[in-house]
T-cell receptor, first 114, second 109 residues
C-alpha cells in the first residue's frame, strides 16, 4: 500500500471554518498529490508537490492551499470551508525512476461541510 | 477534461475474460495509456500502462491498436473481486492524471 495514511478519515465541519487534511507517507517519495472525488465524477487533481516546498496547482485548486515542509507530509488546507467542498479527498504518491504516473493512493478522507 | 471515451458499464461472468475498451483517438505520439481501477470507496489502484506495444503484467494485459487510437484492457480470468470502476487515461508529461467517468465493470457469479 506504499505506506500512505490520511487523517482524519472522516470529518464533519461547518461552513466558514478552516480544515486541514494530512497525508503521510513512509517511503520518502518525491511526488505527492491531492485529489477530490464527487458523485458522478472521476478524481480531479487539486494540488501536487514535486519536493519539499515545491508545489503546483491542479485543475480544481480554487479554495485550497497546500504545504509540504518535509518529505513525508503533504497538507491540504481549506481556509474557509464551503458546502461545495464536501467530497472525498484522496492523497497519492508516485514512485521515482521516471514512473511518475504509477500513482499509489491513500484510503481517502470523507469531508462533509454543513 | 478527460480525453478518452469508455462505455459507462459492462458485465462479465466470473471466470471469463473481461475485455474493456477505450477510445483515445486524439492521443499524441508521446502520450501513454494508463489504466487504473477503483473498487468501491477505496483509492484508485494502478493496473498497467503502455505506449504502443502490447503489455502484460500479473494483473492484466493491454492491447493497443497499431494506430494507437484505441486500446483494450484484458482481465484474463475475472473474479468477483475485479468488480470496480476502470479508468483509461492518456498521460503525457507533467505527472498529472486526468480521470474521466470510467467503465463500471460488474463480475457476475
Amino acid at each position: 500500500d506504499a505506506g500512505i495514511t490520511q487523517s482524519p478519515r472522516h470529518k464533519v465541519t461547518e461552513t466558514g471554518t478552516p480544515v486541514t487534511l494530512r497525508c503521510h507517507q513512509t517511503e520518502n517519495h518525491r511526488y505527492m498529490y491531492w485529489y477530490r472525488q464527487d458523485p458522478g465524477h472521476g478524481l480531479r487533481l487539486i494540488h501536487y508537490s514535486y519536493g519539499v516546498k515545491d508545489t503546483d496547482k491542479g485543475e480544481v485548486s480554487d479554495g485550497y492551499s497546500v504545504s509540504r515542509s518535509k518529505t513525508e507530509d503533504f497538507l491540504l488546507t481549506l481556509e474557509s470551508a464551503t458546502s461545495s467542498q464536501t467530497s472525498v479527498y484522496f492523497c497519492a504518491i508516485s514512485t521515482s525512476g521516471g514512473r511518475y504516473n504509477e500513482q499509489f493512493f491513500g484510503p481517502g478522507t470523507r469531508l462533509t461541510v454543513l | 477534461d478527460a480525453k478518452t471515451t469508455q462505455p459507462p458499464s459492462m458485465d462479465c461472468a466470473e471466470g471469463r475474460a473481461a475485455n474493456l475498451p477505450c477510445n483515445h483517438s486524439t492521443i499524441s505520439g508521446n502520450e501513454y495509456v494508463y489504466w487504473y481501477r477503483q473498487i468501491h470507496s477505496q483509492g484508485p489502484q494502478y493496473i498497467i500502462h503502455g505506449l504502443k506495444n502490447n503489455e502484460t503484467n500479473e494483473m492484466a494485459s493491454l492491447i493497443i491498436t497499431e494506430d494507437r487510437k484505441s486500446s483494450t484492457l484484458i482481465l484474463p480470468h475475472a473474479t468477483l473481486r475485479d468488480t470496480a470502476v476502470y479508468y483509461c487515461i492518456e498521460v503525457g508529461g507533467a505527472q498529472k492524471l486526468v480521470f474521466g467517468q470510467g467503465t463500471r465493470l460488474t463480475i457476475n457469479p
